[in-house]
């Protein structure tokens, strides 16, 4: 079992960054890829980005690409979610995703290839 749990998220305003963070706590985190999901009212949840379990190997969505970047410090059982020039249209609540892996190097971008989800994070951006 592994435990995800996001923070950093809050209201701001267009053009402004924030950093989420995601927790994880129950195994080996270091053997865990990771993703980030996101749900605006109304619609479905949509891939945001991943990142393989090493680090070294990371995919943003065209939504996002080149205002979003993904991290993660193993040392400190935690990935991040670095989102710049957020807009009003980023608005949605922020979920981080973990599954084991067995490459070093794979990511995943599919709600169905991960096994453990954190409960969400807020981020509202006002125009």
């Known amino acids: 079992q592994v435990q995800l749990v996001e923070s950093g998220g809050g209201l701001v305003q267009a053009g402004d960054s924030l950093r989420l963070s995601c927790a994880a706590s129950g195994r080996t985190f270091s053997s865990y890829a990771m993703g980030w999901f996101r749900q605006a009212p109304g619609k479905e949840r949509e891939f945001v980005g991943a990142i393989s379990r090493s680090g070294g190997s990371t995919y943003t969505a065209d939504s996002v690409k080149g205002r979003f970047a993904i991290s993660r410090d193993n040392a400190r059982n935690t990935g991040y979610l670095q989102m710049n020039i957020l807009e009003p249209e980023d608005t949605a609540v922020y979920y981080c995703?973990?599954?084991?892996?067995?490459?070093?190097?794979?990511?995943?971008?599919?709600?169905?290839?991960?096994?453990?989800w954190g409960q969400g994070t807020q981020v509202t951006v006002s125009s």
């Open positions: 995703a973990a599954r084991h892996s067995l490459s070093g190097d794979s990511y995943y971008g599919r709600q169905y290839e991960y096994d453990y």
